[in-house]
């Protein structure tokens, strides 16, 4: 099956995964470690993340290390860019249209007994 990034980041699990090796390389057990899931559903997700080209995973001796690819991270990026700078000059407008708004006191409130 064809995978994706955007199937990748989809799942929370995923994406612990991703920004717990995006700071260090780790072997398969040590990953496992950091979830309270099965080891079998932890290499699942693993399998996913590296069909999508979002980790790599490297033989040393008996171990095989996963290592994240951020760079395929850019598709992400590229798809969010649009709707980015969309809210960005939504959000700028709006603030700017506020500010040359009057300022209005806060109605006073009574004070409860």
Request: with cysteine.
């Amino acid at each position: 099956m064809r995978r994706d990034v955007f199937q990748a980041i989809a799942d929370p699990t995923r994406r612990e995964i991703i920004s717990l090796l995006s700071r260090q390389s780790l072997n398969l057990n040590a990953v496992a470690d950091n979830f309270p899931i099965s080891r079998p559903a932890v290499s699942k997700h693993i399998k996913i993340l590296t069909e999508c080209g979002l980790i790599m995973i490297t033989q040393q001796g008996r171990e095989r290390y996963c290592k994240a690819n951020l760079t395929k991270l850019s598709e992400v990026s590229d798809w969010v860019d649009p709707y980015r700078k969309f809210w960005t000059n939504k959000l700028n407008a709006l603030e700017k249209y506020l500010e040359s708004q009057p300022k209005v006191p806060a109605p006073k409130t009574k004070k409860l007994k």
